[in-house]
């Protein structure tokens, strides 16, 4: 029976060329590999055959709305027993179904294969906490998104397994027909792309690249007048210049803070309206005034900077703050009042 | 994360203010440093204004509001910690030696972004302890307080002066 499913499969493969189909065929062989003894004990019980014919009989939509209620029911339950009777042999089983769908017609190959990445991908996320279930299933799922698992999750192995996951997600659009021996039982899931090395070390250090490299673009969209630069060293560059202003900025406005403090009048109930205040007002102000910092930045060395921005930020906040701080205040105490927090300019 | 996004392009207030990160981060930091700044008010003698040791104490002050406000990260533990423990020299001073699988393909280059790391590593607190993906991460969530701390700062200041 199962000789019939790979000749099934076999034919129809040699008209596509879809990537997703090998990986997917080459996962559910691995796993029929690894619980061949299962399936064997289960598949001389009579009843396997019929059920399988059936799926082979029935048409495509069928087939699709199979495998979407089985990963639907993956995503309620984990571990369901599906409706059809098996009890241990519920991989094999899956397997089967979703080869034989995907084997079927294109349209409703990549219709599938979308829905399937997208149930996927939501299950995969509630997954990520289960990390028992997670190692089997991990050779299951090889499409993921799950950038916000990898930048929240503080586990470091499942921070791998995530990252990896991410970058086989990548790199799955290329066909990886000789690559694709790299499968381990442990959390490191990577496809390599044609033509790069597959061994164990190579893999791990592009996982860890893609990682730094994703972290980089997030600091490049904080840092401003990073898009500018290109390359790694220019943007560590920005960004060390960034922050070295910006402590400079704030031990200037300490030292500022410190002369004036004994002039302090600070009532609690004025401070928490200042405060909205000026995290209201000031975020505007502050966003305007960086050009000004870029400006100044390659004036680096100077130790007038400090003093220098501050000049250029004050006119833009006396400006801003004058005319609506009038009104402000006796708004902003009903603003605080209530719950709710309008920004009105 | 989207929310962090949202929160980036536009401004978002939502109706349960206590959630919105920054916010959270602005109202923590003021009222550490209100009280501590009329406290060192209260508590010095008037001849010590615009001192040395006085505008320390501010700084410190503002350091640890900063450190205290943004305790989910490693960075302000470090600095925590550096700023409870009595301030000392240190002539052994060793940067953790960043993991140089940093490798790109040309070696100079790498060489260079190593030396930019080593100097990332001085600027962020507890630096010297991370590795490189450490660092990248901690850079940013402290490049986000410190511009916060800084409007704060600034309209503390500007209060005053107005």
């Known amino acids: ?75 309620s339950g984990f ?37 399937k990445n997208s149930e996927e991908n939501i299950a995969f996320s509630l997954k990520s906490k289960r990390k028992s279930e997670v190692k089997t299933r991990a050779e299951e799922k090889t499409e993921k998104k799950i950038k916000v698992e990898a930048e929240t999750e503080s586990n470091m192995k499942v921070k791998s397994n995530l990252s990896n996951t991410e970058a086989s997600s990548e790199t799955s659009k290329q066909t990886s027909k000789g690559a694709s021996e790299i499968q381990k039982l442990d959390y490191i899931h990577v496809r390599a792309r044609r033509g790069q090395a597959t061994d164990r070390h190579s893999l791990a250090e592009r ?55 004994p002039e302090l009048e600070l009532a609690m109930e ?48 006396a400006t801003s703050i004058e005319a609506p701080s009038a009104s402000w205040e006796t708004q902003s105490q009903s603003l605080y009042n209530t719950s709710s927090l309008g920004f009105q300019y | ?56 104490t501010v700084k410190h002050e503002v350091d640890m509001a900063l450190a205290l406000s943004a305790r989910e990260f490693a960075w302000s533990r470090f600095l925590q910690h550096k700023l409870l423990s009595p301030p000392h020299e240190d002539p052994s001073y060793s940067p953790k030696i960043l993991e140089t699988s940093i490798c790109k393909q040309d070696g100079t280059e790498g060489a260079e972004i190593k030396k930019k790391l080593e100097e990332l590593q001085k600027l962020v607190p507890g630096g010297e302890e991370m590795n490189m993906e450490e ?28």
């Open chain 1, 1 to 75: 029976m199962l000789e019939s499913l790979v000749s099934l499969e076999s034919m129809s493969l040699s008209s596509m060329d879809v990537s997703v189909l090998e990986r997917l065929k080459w996962l559910q062989q691995q796993q029929q590999q690894q619980q061949q003894q299962q399936q064997q004990q289960v598949l001389s019980s009579t009843n396997a055959s019929p059920e399988l014919l059936q799926f082979h009989g029935t048409n495509n939509d069928e087939l699709l709305q199979n495998t979407f209620s089985h990963f639907q029911m993956l995503r």
């Open chain 1, 270 to 317: 004025d401070l928490s309206v200042k405060q909205f205040q000026a995290y209201f007002t000031n975020l505007p102000v502050l966003v305007a005034s960086k050009p000004s910092l870029m400006v100044d930045a390659p004036l680096f060395p100077l130790d007038q900077q400090g003093s220098l921005d501050l000049s250029v930020i004050n006119p833009n906040q």
């Open chain 1, 207 to 261: 996982a860890r690249r893609e990682k730094i490299s994703k972290k980089m673009k997030y600091l490049q969209d904080l840092v401003p007048g990073c898009n500018k630069v290109t390359g790694r060293a220019g943007m560590l560059d920005e960004i060390i210049n960034y922050v070295q202003s910006l402590q400079r900025q704030v031990e200037f406005l300490s030292m500022k803070l410190a002369v004036l403090n």
């Open chain 2, 1 to 56: 994360m989207e929310r962090q996004i949202i929160n980036k392009r536009k401004r978002v207030f939502s109706l349960q203010e206590k959630k919105n990160p920054k916010a959270v981060f602005a109202r923590r930091y003021v009222n550490h440093l209100v009280p501590a700044l009329s406290k060192i008010n209260m508590n010095k003698p008037s001849s010590q204004i615009n001192s040395k040791t006085f505008e320390q």
């Open chain 1, 79 to 115: 571990g369901p027993n599906y409706s059809m009777g098996f009890g241990p042999s519920h991989e094999p089983m899956d397997g089967c179904i979703s080869r034989t769908n995907s084997c079927q017609m294109d349209q409703a190959d990549t219709v599938g294969v979308m829905l």
């Open chain 2, 135 to 162: 660092i990248l991460s901690e850079v940013g969530s402290y490049i986000v307080c410190l511009e916060l701390q800084m409007i704060v700062l600034k309209s503390l200041v500007q209060d005053n002066i107005s």
